[in-house]
């Protein structure tokens, strides 16, 4: 089964941009994994980012985005509020199996 | 509003089995929609269990496959989790999940609050 590695932890200034990545162990992530990106707050449910690679449920705010990125998977933060200080996950679909990435946690300070 | 609410055991024994139902309101079980399981052990990241149509159709994670059974409850609108030989690495908050159909993708737009679940003797 596929291992998704997400970077540990980063840290980004409020009003700066940030990117997220997400790669796989079986190889290039592609659009036909359809990555989703979530987020986590401490004692929270994961709410759904970003699905599809680049679609965004309604209640995604407009600063984030994401993309394919040189064979990953990419989670980009432009204009970084403290609120978005969170754990964020990646996920991708194998045939109809679902894999977590090892998750990110970002700090805004 | 759909909402989602697991029931269950806080406590399991080592060896025995985990089970766990998920109750939906706001949606039917049978709509066009994939429910899910996810848990996530203290302090670390997600992992997916799998999810299930109405039909029964299932998904399920390779890793926990021979050990998962999920199923689907039409008449009481709730789908369930079972868990067998667990061990303490089976500690986790459990959470079920809808993914909605959108256009041909599923959205994973509606989760639980969380259920702890402790495997101990």
Request: hydrophobic share 35%; charged share 10%.
């Amino acid at each position: 089964q596929a291992v998704l590695t997400q970077e540990p932890s980063l840290t980004v200034s409020p009003g700066g941009t940030i990117t997220l990545t997400c790669g796989s162990t079986s190889g290039a992530v592609t659009s036909a994994h359809h990555p989703y990106w979530f987020q986590q707050k401490p004692g929270q449910a994961p709410r759904t980012l970003i699905y599809d690679t680049s679609d965004k449920p309604p209640w995604t705010p407009a600063r984030f985005s994401g993309s394919l990125l040189g064979g990953q998977a990419a989670l980009t933060l432009s204009g970084a509020q403290p609120e978005d200080e969170a754990d964020y996950y990646c996920m991708v679909s194998y045939s109809g199996v679902r894999v977590f990435g090892g998750g990110t946690k970002l700090t805004v300070l | 509003q759909v909402q989602l609410q697991e029931s269950g055991p806080g406590l399991v024994k080592p060896s025995g089995t985990l089970s766990l139902s998920c109750s939906v309101s706001g949606d039917s079980i049978s709509s066009s929609n994939w429910w899910n399981w996810v848990r996530q052990p203290p302090g670390k990241g997600l992992q997916w269990i799998g999810e299930i149509y109405h039909s029964g159709v299932t998904h399920l994670n390779p890793s926990l496959k021979s050990r998962v059974t999920l199923s689907v409850d039409k008449s009481n609108n709730h789908f369930s989790l079972k868990l067998s030989s667990v061990t303490a690495a089976d500690t986790a908050v459990y959470y079920c999940a809808r993914s909605n159909i959108v256009g041909t993708i599923l959205l994973f737009d509606y989760w639980s609050q969380g259920t702890l679940v402790t495997v101990s003797s």
